[in-house]
């Protein structure tokens, strides 16, 4: 039985696509992955945004060849039941190692910007609470909050764009030469970085395939979402350059916090980074939820257990993983380069397209059948 018939979760498209927006900004929008930060990284996220639309289209292809099953489910009809329930098993522990870097990335964030004295298991113990909370009354509460916050994160981004403009911040000179070393390097930070996190990692919405009212139409709201999410981070990535410089922005930990940092209108227009600390607060607290929602819904398909009586192991498993993944942030940082080199191409390109060569032959035999029949 799949997850859709057992829990009754239906959202619409409309619902999909707002929670597709939230997760690709999530901590990318303020997470400085690169090693050497150029001010050519917004032409890296306009090619990488180009790519991702294609790698989505992969992910769907596959998820339309099952309708209304998650992708632990047909790994199992494409690879065999011992093959597929192993990767499916993988993809649970990947959901649940990125929910706790993305709780990491939130709880660093928020101590290094307001609560600097308080302990992180505080801080992560109480995002772990509200997240699994909000996925206790149902995917279709979580769909609901993030509706009413992106007027949150819309409202903060024109006000924050508007007081970097009018303080006179932003010098447009900082961009030039463009790729001054060639296409080469932009192509490797492309491939290196910028299309797995956070285009790749929308691999997990193949596990919310079952709860959308019109899956016909998630390819749609996947393009727009995409679109949408990329122009953002393309802005963020210039905004960066053009105010702090390549040097200042390379060597912070959250460029996007220090750049509304310099906003300074008059004696009472101080500190709007604050206001933007909020909405990126929001927009990583939705991708911890949708990570551990998918792998809750991956165990309670691949062991049968009730998804309530996942949640809150996983909330539990999430939390320590969080805390000891990495002895200090620079650590964290660091894995978290490496496993953009080692970790995440095999979930979001190696497996996706297995799976989408072996859902082309399906297609193509059955195809065959029909046309061979009388």
């Not at 999909?16 to 930060?37: C, P, Q, R, S, T």
């Not at 065999?80 to 499916?88: D, E, F, H, N, Q």
């Not at 900082?174 to 192509?187: A, D, F, R, T």
């Not at 989408?356 to 059948?369: T, W």
Request: aromatic content about 12%.
């Amino acid at each position: 039985m799949s997850h859709r018939l057992a829990d009754k979760t239906y959202i619409s498209t409309g619902q999909m696509l707002i929670l597709m927006f939230h997760f690709l900004l999530g901590n990318a929008v303020i997470i400085n992955m690169d090693n050497e930060y150029d001010r050519n990284t917004w032409i890296v996220q306009i090619i990488a945004m180009a790519v991702g639309m294609v790698l989505f289209r992969m992910y769907t292809y596959t998820a339309e060849t099952f309708p209304g099953q998650t992708l632990t489910s047909y790994a199992r009809q494409l690879i065999g039941k011992t093959g597929g329930t192993a990767i499916g098993i993988l993809y649970i522990v990947f959901f649940l190692y990125l929910t706790s870097r993305n709780l990491r990335d939130e709880t660093e964030l928020v101590r290094v910007s307001i609560l600097e004295k308080t302990p992180s298991l505080v801080v992560a113990f109480l995002m772990v609470i509200c997240t699994v909370y909000v996925l206790w009354l149902g995917f279709e509460v979580l769909a609901r909050t993030g509706q009413v916050f992106l007027a949150v994160v819309i409202l903060v981004m024109v006000l924050g764009n508007t007081l970097l403009v009018l303080s006179g911040s932003v010098h447009l000179e900082e961009l030039m030469p463009i790729m001054s070393q060639g296409v080469k390097p932009v192509l490797m930070s492309v491939i290196r970085d910028r299309l797995a996190f956070p285009y790749g990692e929308m691999i997990c919405f193949m596990m919310f395939v079952p709860c959308v009212k019109r899956p016909s139409q998630l390819v749609k709201a996947g393009y727009v979402s995409i679109l949408a999410g990329g122009i953002v981070l393309v802005e963020v990535a210039i905004l960066n350059t053009t105010v702090l410089g390549t040097n200042i922005t390379e060597r912070s930990i959250f460029p996007l916090l220090s750049t509304f940092a310099n906003v300074q209108l008059s004696e009472y227009v101080q500190r709007p980074d604050v206001i933007v600390l909020m909405s990126i607060i929001i927009g990583d607290f939705f991708k911890v939820a949708l990570f551990s929602y998918a792998a809750v819904v991956g165990i309670s398909d691949v062991f049968g257990l009730p998804y309530r009586k996942a949640l809150i192991p996983c909330g539990i498993i999430v939390l320590l993983w969080s805390q000891i993944g990495a002895i200090n942030l620079s650590e964290h940082f660091e894995f978290g380069r490496l496993s953009l080199i080692y970790i995440h191409p095999l979930f979001v390109y190696v497996f996706p397209c297995l799976f989408f060569l072996l859902a082309f032959l399906r297609r193509s035999r059955r195809g065959s059948r029909n046309f061979e029949e009388p």
